[in-house]
């Protein structure tokens, strides 16, 4: 991970001194979008989905932990066939609850779309008027400050956030160049 920063950042130097003309600048975009309502809505309609999937399968962990309690109080009593179809009931309970959650919430799930399909909309306007900005003042590169790439220093003369903001059509309270 180092070497890769290391290595953009040279690459960066490089780029910077090899061409006079470059023009750089960078963006926040934890601030763009903190700034950004719709962003906080599909935040709290993530999170509303997220809750309501999580009582979902608590309910579910629930009713599997009861079958297995009641099944141990039983068990004694029950002959070996209805024992082994009890247990099998249990396993598939859990094996469904177990998908469930993977399905929910899992790598590729329902909650990584559902951000996909609220977020990756404003995610593309942002760099759409990122790229407007860049283009209009002839920008070479624009970093974000919020990502991966690190910053050791930045003047903020080039933050062109509010621009992008602006650009975008939003308003916000306070300028963050100031």
Known sequence: MIHKRLAFLFTAILLAIGVNAQKFAYVDSEYILQNIPEYNDALAQIDEFAAQWQQELEAKFAAIDKMYKDYQAEAVLLPEEMKRKREDEIMKAEKAAKDLQKQRFGKDGDLFKKRQE?????????????????????????????????????????????????????????RKNK
């Open 118 to 174: 609220l977020v990756k909309p404003i995610q593309d306007k942002i760099y759409t008027a990122i790229e407007k900005i860049a283009q209009a003042k002839n920008y070479a590169m624009i970093f974000d400050k919020a990502g991966n790439v690190t910053m050791m220093y930045a003047d903020a003369k080039y933050d062109i956030s509010d621009e992008v903001l602006e650009e975008m059509g939003y308003s916000f309270n306070t």
